[in-house]
């Protein structure tokens, strides 16, 4: 597996670099986010680490510059905590926020778990489909009657739940710990920020939903008639 790690600082980047070379990854690195937009052109990464703070393109431009052209998983780092910032992250298309200073075995784990779901080096044929939207599961693709949806991997990991699981409700915490896998309490509106996001993505008329339904109160749901 290549992961991308880009960061200004050159110390930061080292150590990640030969913690995840010691995992077995190949790793490449850049400091700005011209180069990381480059780099995944280039060198078409299986993941992407990107700090939010950086000279001549941020991390949060150059998130959303990378999800003009791939749905690659994407980690941001940043030095702020205000949950606005994580919300802003999502909504360039992120998959994942940790706030520095972080521990490397958190970077891991949310490396390997973002890795599993986004099936990385899988193909074939498996579906799930529900009306007139159907998930290729092994190539981890999304369609709206046939026309391919550019979903990240997180709001793949959502559909794709919420469709195993048909006309059943579950609140924001459910859906946090079961496809985020940690405790991420503070940014409760992520679930929102994806729901919405998946509308726009899925929904003919997003405003008014046939699918991908909200009970009001309670939670999310995946309507089947």
Not at 77 to 88: C, G, N, R, V
Not at 108 to 134: F, M, P, Q
Not at 155 to 178: H, Q
Request: aromatic content about 8%; overall charge neutral.
């Amino acid at each position: 597996m290549k992961i991308l790690v880009v960061d200004d600082e050159a110390l930061l980047v080292k150590g990640i670099r030969l913690n995840l070379q010691n995992e077995g990854y190949e790793v490449i690195t850049g400091s700005d986010g011209l180069e990381a937009v480059r780099l995944v052109q280039e060198q078409s990464p299986n993941l992407v680490v990107l700090d939010v703070m950086m000279p001549n393109m941020d991390g949060m431009t150059a998130c959303s510059k990378i999800r003009e052209f791939s749905n690659i998983p994407i980690i941001l780092l940043t030095a702020k905590t205000d949950d606005m910032d994580k919300l802003m992250g999502f909504e360039h298309g992120a998959d994942d926020y940790l706030t520095k200073p972080f521990n490397i075995l958190e970077l891991k784990a949310r490396i390997r778990a973002l890795l599993r779901r986004s099936g990385a080096g899988s193909g074939g044929g498996n579906t799930l489909t529900i009306g007139e939207i159907s998930l290729d599961l092994n190539a981890r693709n999304a369609y709206r009657s046939g026309v391919l949806a550019d979903l990240t991997a997180k709001e793949f990991d959502v559909i794709e739940f919420l469709m195993r699981n048909p006309n059943r409700v579950y609140s924001r915490e459910a859906l946090l710990d079961t496809i985020w896998a940690y405790e991420y309490r503070s940014d409760i509106r992520t679930v929102d920020v994806h729901i919405r996001r998946l509308r726009e993505k899925l929904e003919i008329n997003p405003a008014e939903p046939k699918y991908i339904m909200t009970k009001w109160g309670v939670g999310y749901y995946f309507r089947k008639t």
